[in-house]
Structures are given as structure tokens and as C-alpha cells.
């Protein structure tokens, strides 16, 4: 068991930039591929980042490739996402997910493979 909790939500200006924390606790954080997803309103959740448990792979959504960058601190317990030059369409409810997995390199893309959930920060872009 692994509760996730994110922070660093809010409120900018198109080309601004945020960054968002996932502090874990419970089991060794380690041992999680973790993820970062979004949900707009009346959207599915989607993907947006990945990071393997070693931290030496990582996936991103190509609407988010070249701005945004997930990373990871397993001494820390917590997984990052640094968004810079964030669009109106970037707005949605933010979600950090956990899944343990045996590989060190593999990263998951799909949410319905992720077993642990935060409860999403709140991320709103305005032109």
C-alpha cells in the first residue's frame, strides 16, 4: 500500500510555468513506476508523463513533449513534473499514480495498470 499526495497546483498565465510535487508514504518508493495523468471536464483521464522506478526511463505525451519533464527522487519519496510554457489546454485536474513493477526501466502508460491514485491538484492556464 503507497498514499499519494500531490501539490503544487494553481492558477497561470499562458507561457508560465509550475511544478508539481507527489509526496509517497507507506511501502519502499522505490519499487514504483509512477505516472502523471490529467483530466480536463468532461475528458477522459489521460496520460501526460511516466517514470520508470530507476528514474533512467521516461515516456511523455507528444502534447507535452519538450515542456514538461517528469523526474524522481527515491531518497525523497517524491516524483516531479516541471511544466513550462503551459497552454490553455494544458488546464485540467492533475493526478500522480503508482504501480509496482519487477522492472527497473519499464514505464506504464495506461491508467488502468496503475494500482495507487492521489487525489489530484488542480491545474487551470488562462490565455
Known amino acids: 500500500q503507497v498514499q499519494l499526495v500531490e501539490s503544487g497546483g494553481g492558477s497561470v498565465q499562458a507561457g508560465g510555468s509550475l511544478r508539481l510535487s507527489c509526496a509517497a508514504s507507506?511501502?519502499?518508493?522505490?519499487?514504483?513506476?509512477m505516472g502523471w495523468f490529467r483530466q480536463a471536464p468532461g475528458k477522459e483521464r489521460e496520460f501526460v508523463a511516466g517514470?520508470?522506478?530507476?528514474?533512467?526511463?521516461?515516456e511523455y505525451a507528444d502534447s507535452v513533449k519538450g515542456r514538461f519533464t517528469i523526474s524522481r527522487d527515491n531518497a525523497k519519496n517524491t516524483v516531479f513534473l516541471q511544466m513550462n510554457t503551459l497552454k490553455p489546454e494544458d488546464t485540467a485536474v492533475y493526478y500522480c499514480?503508482?504501480?509496482?513493477?519487477?522492472?527497473?526501466?519499464?514505464?506504464?502508460?495506461?491508467?488502468?495498470?496503475?494500482?495507487?491514485w492521489g487525489q489530484g491538484t488542480q491545474v487551470t492556464v488562462s490565455s
Open positions: 499514480a503508482a504501480d509496482p513493477t519487477f522492472s527497473v526501466v519499464r514505464v506504464i502508460t495506461a491508467p488502468k495498470e496503475y494500482d495507487y
Open positions: 507507506g511501502r519502499t518508493f522505490s519499487i514504483y513506476c
Open positions: 517514470i520508470s522506478r530507476s528514474g533512467n526511463s521516461t
